[in-house]
Nanobody
Framework: QVQVVESGGGLARPGGSLRLSCAAS????????MGWYRQAPGKQRELVAI???????TIATSAKGRFTISRDSAQNTVDLQMNSLKPEDTAVYYC??????????????WGQGTQVTVSS
């Protein structure tokens, strides 16, 4: 069993900043990737940023230049620093962990989601 817990989020004004954190724990053998997705009301869940275990990173076009993803492999954590926030960044943000458990099974694990609201 792998647990994924997010923290951070909340309310920010346009142009402001927020930081999201995510920690994975449990029966983890290895982590293949960790990252963030978001889902706005009435829209599909979309990738924001993800980092593979080797360090390669994929960032959505809408987030480039504003959001930074960072990982601490020793702690199994991933953070998302969000700057220059826009109202269209409002969404529920989910942490995704791609991992092999101690039974060598590979699965995607999701956090419960954290609300980010950008409004004046």
């Amino acid at each position: 069993q792998v647990q994924v817990v997010e923290s951070g989020g909340g309310l920010a004004r346009p142009g402001g900043s927020l930081r999201l954190s995510c920690a994975a724990s449990g029966s983890i053998f290895s982590i293949i990737g960790m990252g963030w997705y978001r889902q706005a009301p009435g829209k599909q869940r979309e990738l924001v940023a993800i980092m593979a275990s080797g360090g390669s990173t994929t960032i959505a076009t809408s987030a480039k230049g504003r959001f930074t993803i960072s990982r601490d492999s020793a702690q199994n954590t991933v953070d998302l620093q969000m700057n220059s926030l826009k109202p269209e960044d409002t969404a529920v943000y989910y942490c995704k962990v791609i991992a092999r458990d101690t039974s060598w099974r590979q699965n995607d694990y999701w956090g419960q989601g954290t609300q980010v609201t950008v409004s004046s």
